[in-house]
């Protein structure tokens, strides 16, 4: 049978970081067996589901590459194929109508926590109860009371379940709306789903899942429940820790390709290696090799691996991304340089694209102000001779090129027996209005010769207009 593999998110909030690592390890698995990749929404709870969270989450899927082979399958649109399977198992005696009360539940609830008992459901009206007048029932599984059930679990290993410990879950609420549990062995089983990777926390589902897989004469699937993610102080990863959805990522700088790096190093290694394209992802990953315990969080990796992924990826494919932050900046890059070329010069130097944006503005707009403590340090008297030399030659050079840029600056320094940085320095800062810029011929090249004469003479009159 070939693999299929699905992932089935709740749309009740954002895609977080856990989310899209169980939606990779899924899609791994599948790309790696030559299978193919579901997306289900599973929007049966009206009151939490959101179309905003159905959005983020098929916007998080996108923006990862996480592309889907069959969905998104929305469980909402389900609603009769999961009737007719209550229907059949209560058909088959698989299910029955229990009609105890709230008050009842409540009272036998009670009275076991009294005995220090575990509280469950015991099964009053399974033997078969009369329907009592004005109660609307609800539809319980009829769990199986001996035996127990194996989880052969590809990451955790075997699971012993007794059925003593399970109860009768319920599988359609008073109103005839199918539960949580219901619904995924429903859309399972109609979906053909080999492999079902999802997070620990559904554990406890899986006995009462394969049991009703059972009931319908079905296989079940192979499981695979993946540990949690932890802040770096050891809780579960939650808002606290900073950025957890993935779009908060793509706003903060990252590629997409580095936090997927990054999201399948979380629980599972290949030797000590850190690095992985995708397709070298596909090769090694096996969820066999998935650690049991929950893995940390720590952003300085990310960072490091962003930096990695902005330096080594072809340029054209960060400037892609880049001008998603230069578009936040509210910069156009037709007025200026080829973004291309800006991530060349800048992409040593910058672990985010949010940084690479915000030190590449100059090339496209006047700043409004220099940096206080560069100009101060800067853009002194004693600079207007060497930046007035420069801009002379500037503008009779023949062609403008970083190798002719450089000459200039050599030779202002030369003249006036100036150290090479008493004179590029103060052209840094009259041109990019900080610091730190990438290496200055190559700045002003790319900056081109109208801006680079108009700042240095902008420069200039500043200086004159302090000093007088
Ligand atoms: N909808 C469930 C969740 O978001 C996942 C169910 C499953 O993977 O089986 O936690």
């Given at each position: 049978m070939s693999t299929r593999t699905r992932f089935a998110p709740s749309p009740t909030g954002y895609l977080h970081v856990g989310g899209a690592r169980t939606a990779l390890f899924s899609w791994l698995h599948a790309r790696k067996h030559g299978g193919r990749f579901i997306l289900r929404i599973e929007d049966t709870d009206i009151e939490r589901s959101t179309i905003e969270s159905v959005n983020a989450i098929l916007e998080g899927m996108t923006w990862l590459g996480l592309e889907y082979d069959e969905g998104p399958i929305y469980q909402t649109e389900r609603f009769d194929r999961y009737k007719e399977v209550i229907q059949q198992l209560l058909n088959s005696g698989d299910a029955y109508r229990c009609y105890c009360t709230k008050e009842e539940l409540e009272q036998m609830r009670a009275e076991q926590m009294g005995r220090k008992e575990k509280p469950r459901y015991n099964g009053r009206c399974r033997l078969g109860a009369e329907p009592r007048e004005g109660v609307e029932p609800v539809i319980r599984f009829r769990n199986p009371v001996e035996g127990a059930v194996i989880v052969d679990d590809m990451v955790r290993g075997k699971i012993v379940f007794n059925n003593s410990e399970l109860d009768d879950l319920i599988i359609a609420r008073s109103d005839g709306t199918p539960t949580y549990n219901l619904t995924v062995v429903v859309d399972d089983l109609d979906m053909g789903v080999t492999h079902v990777i999802r997070g620990d926390d559904h554990i406890n589902n899986t006995p009462r899942q394969i049991n009703i897989l059972k009931a319908l004469g079905a296989e079940p699937p192979h499981y695979a429940h993946v540990p949690m993610i932890l802040g770096d102080d050891g809780k579960r990863l939650s808002k606290r820790h900073g950025a957890v959805s993935v779009m908060q990522y793509r706003e903060d700088g990252f590629l997409p390709e580095a936090l997927l790096n990054y999201l399948v190093r979380l629980g599972w290694s290949h030797g000590d290696r850190e690095l992985f394209s995708l397709d070298e992802m596909i090769a090694l990953f096996d969820i066999k090799d998935v650690n049991k315990a929950a893995s940390t969080f720590n952003s300085e990796?990310?960072?490091?691996?962003?930096?990695?992924?902005?330096?080594?990826?072809?340029?054209?494919?960060?400037?892609?991304?880049?001008?998603?932050?230069?578009?936040?900046?509210?910069?156009?890059?037709?007025?200026?340089?080829?973004?291309?070329?800006?991530v060349k010069v800048q992409r040593e130097r910058t672990k985010t694209l949010v940084e690479m944006a915000q030190n590449s503005v100059f090339f496209y707009r006047d700043f409004d102000s220099y940096d206080e403590k560069a100009a101060r340090k800067n853009l002194k008297p004693a600079a207007v001779e060497p930046l007035t030399d420069m801009l002379n030659n500037f503008k009779a050079l023949p062609e403008w090129s970083s190798k002719a840029i450089h000459k200039v600056v050599v030779e202002a320094a030369e003249l006036r027996e100036l150290k090479l940085g008493k004179v590029a320095q103060p052209l840094r800062v009259a041109v990019a209005g900080g610091p730190v810029s990438p290496p200055i011929d190559i700045t002003l090249e790319l900056l081109g010769r109208e801006r680079t004469v108009q700042r240095i003479e902008r420069a200039i009159a500043w200086v004159w207009a302090r000093s007088t």
């Open positions: 990796k990310l960072l490091w691996l962003n930096h990695q992924y902005i330096m080594n990826s072809e340029p054209e494919h960060v400037a892609h991304h880049l001008s998603y932050q230069m578009g936040k900046l509210d910069i156009d890059p037709v007025d200026g340089p080829d973004l291309v070329e800006v």
